[in-house]
């Protein structure tokens, strides 16, 4: 990704979404950029996440919190819990879907962020919330709906790009959280990368010990990026 070929727009200062009372700032991909999705494939590589049409990397003055993080996934092997957790989900059926809105999807999205994420300001997502936060016309998109004798009860949000595979969002029935479908769905996201040959499953930002985001070291080895380079965490 070189400097001649996209602008590097800045957000203006926004509430932090993971720490209360932070301000945050990002930097974006020119969103009008004519092959946004070869640069995105690339940026992934440098910390680059997608929101939507927007490919961010968290620019924060003074803060350093938000660290891009990925599994090798030819090196990663799950550990006894992992291994309980592909047991116990064994019973469903994962179906690669085209992205997009249906009123099932919307059903399921909206208990989600109602059951696990009150108050966090996406409470009453409309239908075009879901489709402007979760899709993009350009990018290579797959919805991979996981069910239990066609009840939908998961959808990953997965990005397969030439570089890699992406866990954008998941989201699924907080009634069935005894299942561990958000560790589930990343084990079936590296199963993805491992069938289409890609080295890295990218996974966003780790943040030390926040309790939505510390669960990542848990997929080991995980590589973080610092000082421009990738190292084991």
Same mark, same amino acid.
């Given at each position: 990704?070189?400097? /001649?070929?996209?602008? @590097?727009?800045q957000?203006?200062p926004?509430g932090?979404?993971?720490?209360?009372?932070?301000?945050?700032?990002?930097?974006?991909?020119?969103?009008?950029?004519?092959?946004?999705p070869?640069?995105?494939?690339?940026?992934?590589?440098?910390g680059?996440?997608?929101?939507?049409?927007?490919?961010?990397?968290?620019?924060? *003055?003074?803060? !350093?919190?938000?660290? *891009?993080?990925?599994i090798p996934v030819?090196?990663f092997?799950? /550990?006894?819990?992992? %291994?309980r957790?592909?047991?116990?989900?064994?019973?469903?059926?994962?179906?690669?879907?085209?992205?997009?809105?249906? *009123?099932?999807?919307?059903?399921?999205?909206? %208990?989600y @962020?109602?059951? %696990?994420?009150r108050?966090?300001?996406?409470?009453?997502?409309?239908?075009?919330?879901?489709?402007?936060?979760?899709?993009? $016309?350009?990018? $290579?998109?797959?919805?991979?709906?996981?069910?239990?004798?066609? !009840?939908? @009860?998961?959808v990953?949000?997965?990005?397969?790009?030439?570089t890699?595979?992406?866990?954008?969002?998941?989201?699924f029935? $907080?009634?069935?959280?005894?299942?561990?479908?958000?560790?589930?769905a990343?084990?079936?996201?590296?199963?993805?990368a491992?069938? !289409?040959?890609?080295?890295h499953?990218?996974?966003?930002f780790?943040?030390?010990?926040?309790?939505?985001?510390?669960y990542?070291?848990?997929? !080991?080895?995980l590589?973080?990026?610092?000082g421009?380079?990738?190292?084991?965490?």
């Amino acid at each position: 990704m070189r400097s /001649d070929r996209v602008r @590097l727009l800045q957000t203006l200062p926004h509430g932090c979404g993971y720490f209360r009372g932070r301000t945050a700032q990002n930097l974006v991909l020119d969103p009008s950029a004519a092959d946004l999705p070869e640069l995105y494939a690339t940026a992934l590589g440098r910390g680059f996440r997608r929101a939507g049409g927007h490919v961010y990397i968290p620019h924060c *003055p003074g803060c !350093r919190a938000c660290v *891009p993080c990925r599994i090798p996934v030819d090196a990663f092997e799950p /550990d006894r819990s992992q %291994r309980r957790c592909l047991a116990r989900n064994a019973d469903l059926e994962l179906v690669p879907a085209a992205p997009g809105f249906t *009123p099932e999807r919307h059903a399921l999205y909206a %208990r989600y @962020l109602h059951g %696990r994420h009150r108050g966090g300001g996406m409470d009453d997502a409309s239908d075009e919330d879901f489709t402007r936060f979760l899709t993009a $016309p350009w990018s $290579p998109t797959l919805f991979l709906e996981l069910r239990k004798d066609g !009840r939908l @009860l998961a959808v990953a949000v997965t990005d397969v790009c030439t570089t890699g595979v992406s866990a954008v969002y998941t989201f699924f029935d $907080p009634e069935e959280a005894a299942r561990g479908l958000g560790t589930y769905a990343v084990l079936r996201q590296i199963q993805l990368a491992r069938e !289409r040959a890609l080295p890295h499953l990218y996974l966003g930002f780790w943040i030390d010990r926040h309790p939505k985001m510390d669960y990542k070291r848990r997929f !080991r080895p995980l590589e973080v990026l610092r000082g421009g380079g990738w190292e084991p965490l």
